[in-house]
């Protein structure tokens, strides 16, 4: 099976990995933590501000693929305090349209760089 790396200018991958890989008609994107793309820096603040730039983050990512909101699938969201549940919630709600993606949250102990939250997707393109 053939691979396509995407990868987003601008934006800092914190390890050996792809923003994302398209295999076939779907596209996999590697978690995303509210890291600020003009810094680099992690984002301060608490869950929603994190949770809205993971978000833009990996809209960035869906943007170079040609794809959108409307295309992703699934969503995966790891918090270190499942206390943000409901914020993290109230963020996610404003970023789909019915019918929403399917979802799975997690609990984790730590994150990459101290961040509160990361969120991984996939997409989908006909």
Same mark, same amino acid.
């Given at each position: 099976?053939? %691979?396509?790396?995407?990868?987003?200018?601008?934006?800092?991958?914190?390890? $050996?990995?792809? #923003?994302?890989?398209?295999?076939?008609? =779907?596209?996999?994107?590697?978690? @995303?933590?509210?890291?600020? $793309?003009?810094?680099?820096?992690?984002?301060?603040?608490?869950?929603?501000? @994190?949770? %809205?730039?993971? =978000? #833009?983050?990996?809209?960035?990512?869906?943007?170079?693929?040609?794809?959108? $909101?409307?295309?992703? +699938?699934? !969503?995966? !969201? *790891?918090?270190?305090?499942?206390? /943000?549940?409901? /914020?993290?919630?109230? +963020?996610?709600?404003? @970023? *789909?349209?019915? $019918?929403?993606?399917?979802?799975?949250?997690?609990?984790?102990?730590?994150?990459?760089?101290?961040?509160?939250?990361?969120?991984?997707?996939?997409? %989908?393109?006909?």
């Amino acid at each position: 099976m053939e %691979r396509q790396a995407i990868r987003v200018d601008g934006a800092a991958a914190v390890g $050996p990995y792809s #923003h994302a890989v398209r295999a076939g008609e =779907f596209l996999y994107l590697s978690g @995303q933590t509210p890291l600020n $793309p003009a810094t680099g820096k992690l984002l301060g603040g608490g869950v929603k501000e @994190q949770a %809205r730039q993971c =978000f #833009h983050n990996l809209f960035k990512v869906l943007e170079a693929a040609s794809m959108g $909101p409307g295309n992703v +699938v699934k !969503v995966n !969201v *790891f918090l270190t305090n499942m206390e /943000d549940f409901a /914020d993290m919630n109230e +963020v996610y709600a404003s @970023q *789909f349209e019915k $019918p929403y993606p399917a979802r799975t949250t997690i609990g984790v102990a730590a994150l990459p760089l101290g961040a509160r939250i990361e969120i991984e997707m996939v997409a %989908r393109k006909e």
